[in-house]
């Protein structure tokens, strides 16, 4: 910013475009693998833990990254990352290719906001019909619904932050001799930073509505401050912990009690 362009180098460029594009496409899709699966669990909950297993969650988290790999790769290929002095910094250039930029729109936008509309639009209309019939454990029922409701959340401001940068992705690569001169500069400079936007939101939805992360937040903080505070703290947890478990001697034989009755003092033997 303070040179008024790139001084690194194109290769350095290159990486870091790529780098910011991998995390990019790697949310979204993590976003909507997430949605997958909460519509697999609720929906589809006999066949959960069969879909689900621990070798299948291990394949899906890798066809994840895998797949967003892929969507990322071609941008060496096309010379879509360069340098935009509109928002200083190496980006995703969308007059590169208007059939890469349509792809990406796709895939990073449509298909992943088509599949999670979807999981969960099919989540609530299952929630509404089936509410008052069964009268599930309280606890458990309130706690699937913060953590449906924090994804859902999530995904609302993806879509809303997300929208106005692939839409002017969308219409610069129907027509990009056309379209883009006329784009406004701070038309594309405010959409990009509201998409990146995003990411700060996401933590301040999870501090909101999962109570996890709120403590886990507070005990950052207070580490910040008295780093000794979360040296004890944490050592009473570890206590705690193996105080709560039980001896496998206690659990594994039956325990036997007797009263003895001897010289007129009644002796209870274990």
């Known amino acids: 910013m303070f040179h008024n362009g790139w001084t690194m180098g194109s290769l350095h460029c290159q990486l870091s475009g790529f780098v910011m594009g991998l995390s990019v496409i790697g949310s979204v899709f993590n976003i909507t693998a997430i949605a997958i699966n909460r519509y697999c669990y609720i929906c589809h909950s006999l066949r959960y833990d069969r879909l689900y297993s621990r070798q299948n969650t291990c394949l899906y988290l890798l066809l994840?990254?895998?797949?967003?790999a892929l969507a990322t790769v071609p941008n060496f290929l096309v010379g879509s990352l360069k340098y935009d002095p509109r928002v200083f910094s190496c980006t995703f250039t969308q007059t590169a290719s208007s059939s890469y930029t349509v792809c990406v729109v796709l895939i990073h936008f449509l298909v992943p906001l088509g599949v999670v509309s979807f999981c969960y639009l099919r989540i609530w209309t299952l929630v509404i019909r089936v509410k008052g019939r069964v009268r599930p454990n309280p606890k458990v029922r309130a706690a699937d619904l913060r953590n449906f409701l924090t994804m859902?959340?999530?995904f609302v401001l993806f879509a809303v932050c997300w929208a106005p940068l692939n839409f002017i992705g969308l219409a610069v690569a129907v027509n990009p001799t056309r379209v883009a001169p006329n784009v406004p500069e701070w038309l594309f400079v405010t959409s990009y930073f509201m998409a990146?936007?995003?990411?700060?939101?996401?933590?301040?939805?999870y501090g909101l509505l999962n109570q996890n992360f709120r403590q886990e937040y507070k005990q950052i903080l207070r580490a910040l401050c008295t780093?000794?505070?979360l040296f004890t703290e944490s050592s009473r947890y570890n206590t705690e912990a193996i105080k709560s478990k039980q001896s496998p001697a206690g659990t594994n034989n039956n325990v036997k009690e007797a009263n003895v009755y001897k010289g007129g003092v009644t002796h209870t033997i274990f």
Request: charged share 5%.
């Open 64 to 68: 994840t990254w895998v797949l967003t």
């Open 152 to 154: 859902f959340v999530v």
């Open 196 to 205: 990146y936007f995003n990411s700060c939101l996401n933590a301040v939805v």
């Open 227 to 229: 780093p000794r505070a």
